[in-house]
C-alpha cells in the first residue's frame, strides 16, 4: 500500500520559516518523481516544487529563491524548506509522488488530484 505522511506544518509569523517532511513508502522512491502541492481556499492547487527521479528540480516563480527541496533516498523522504514566508503562503502543503510531474503551476485542485499518490497535507499559517 502507497502512504505518503507529511509532517511540520505549523504557524509563524511573516519571516519565518519552517520545514515540511513527507516520507514515503509502499513504491520505488527513487524511482518516481517527487513534489509539492499547495492548496489554497477556493479549490486553487499550485505546484510550488518538484524532483524528478534523477534529481532535478524546479519551482515555482512563486516560491523561487525562498522554499528549497531535498530528497533523502535513504530514508525515502523529501523535505520542503520554506523561508522569508508571507501570508500568501497560507495554504494546506500536500507531498505527491508520480512517475512524472511535469511543470510547476497552477490548476484547480479537481483537476491535478487524481494524478499519483498524494498525502493527507499539512496545514501553513503565515500571520502578518
Known amino acids: 500500500e502507497v502512504e505518503l505522511v507529511e509532517s511540520g506544518g505549523g504557524s509563524v509569523q511573516t519571516g519565518g520559516s519552517l520545514t515540511l517532511s513527507c516520507t514515503a513508502s509502499?513504491?520505488?522512491?527513487?524511482?518516481?518523481?517527487m513534489g509539492w502541492y499547495r492548496r489554497f481556499p477556493g479549490d486553487k492547487c499550485e505546484l510550488v516544487s518538484t524532483?524528478?527521479?534523477?534529481?532535478?528540480?524546479d519551482y515555482a516563480n512563486s516560491v523561487r529563491g525562498r522554499f528549497t527541496m531535498t530528497q533523502d533516498n535513504a530514508k525515502n523522504t523529501v523535505y520542503l524548506q520554506l523561508n522569508s514566508l508571507k501570508p500568501e503562503d497560507t495554504a494546506v502543503y500536500y507531498c505527491a509522488a508520480d512517475t512524472h510531474i511535469g511543470a510547476t503551476g497552477s490548476w484547480p485542485c479537481s483537476a491535478v488530484s487524481g494524478f499519483g499518490y498524494w498525502g493527507q497535507g499539512t496545514q501553513v499559517t503565515v500571520s502578518s
Open positions: 524532483i524528478s527521479s534523477d534529481g532535478y528540480t
Open positions: 509502499g513504491f520505488t522512491f527513487d524511482a518516481f518523481d
